[in-house]
C-alpha cells in the first residue's frame, strides 16, 4: 500500500509541475513510424470488424499525442475519445504503475482507495481496450480501441493490432540502439 501511496505521489507531483513531465516519456529515443501505427490500427479494426464490431481506433506516442485516429466505419462518435483516452492511459500511467493494458488499470482503480482518484484525472480511463506497444521493457506508443460491446473485446482488437506489428517495433528499436 505505501508503494501505491508513493506512486499517486509521483502523479500528482508531475501534475502540479514538481516533477518535469519528461520523467514519463520514453528514453528509448525510438519513434514508432506512422507506417506502423496505419498498420497496428487497420489490424485492431479488421479484427473487431470481423466479429461485428464497429469501433475507433487510437495510436499515441510516449508523451500521449496523438499519432494516429482513425473512425471505422458506422461506429459512433463517442469512440474516438474512448480509444485515444485508453491509449492515454497506458502510455502515461501505465510505465508508472507498470501495467501494459488499460484493463491492468481498471482492476488497480478497482482494488485501491485512491484509485478513483487517479481516474479522475484529465483523459485517463480506467476501462479495458488500450495496449502498451513496447520496445524491449519500454512502452514506446499505445493503440487504443473503443466502441465494441464491451472493454475485454476492445483490448483483444488492440492486442491484435499490436501482435501484427510488435516484431519490427523491435527489430526498429534496436537498429537505434
Known amino acids: 500500500m505505501l508503494r501505491f501511496l508513493l506512486k ?15 520523467a514519463q516519456v520514453a528514453s528509448a529515443n525510438y519513434a514508432l513510424p506512422l507506417s ?28 500521449g499525442v496523438v499519432k494516429l485516429q482513425a473512425k471505422g466505419d458506422h461506429s459512433t462518435i463517442h469512440t474516438r475519445d474512448s480509444s485515444f483516452r485508453k491509449a492515454y492511459t497506458v502510455v502515461t500511467l501505465g510505465p508508472i504503475f507498470r501495467f501494459d493494458a488499460s484493463s ?18 484529465p483523459d485517463i480511463l480506467p476501462l479495458a481496450g488500450g495496449v502498451a506497444i513496447k520496445a524491449g521493457d519500454e512502452i514506446v506508443a499505445a493503440l487504443g480501441v473503443g466502441g465494441a460491446p464491451g472493454g475485454d473485446k476492445d483490448e483483444a482488437c488492440a492486442r491484435a ?17
Do not use: H
Not at 482494488?111 to 478513483?116: H, I, L, N, T, V
Open 104 to 121: 491492468a488499470f481498471a482492476q488497480m482503480v478497482a482494488k485501491s482507495p485512491a484509485g478513483q482518484a487517479i481516474a479522475s484525472l
Open 8 to 22: 499517486v505521489g509521483v502523479v500528482l507531483a508531475m501534475i502540479r509541475g514538481i516533477i518535469p513531465a519528461e
Open 161 to 177: 493490432g499490436v501482435v501484427k506489428i510488435q516484431d519490427r517495433v523491435v527489430a526498429g528499436a534496436q537498429r537505434r540502439s
Open 36 to 63: 506502423l501505427a496505419i498498420e497496428a490500427a487497420a489490424e485492431a479494426v479488421r479484427v473487431c470488424e470481423s466479429n461485428g464490431y464497429a469501433v475507433s481506433v487510437s495510436v499515441v506516442d510516449p508523451s
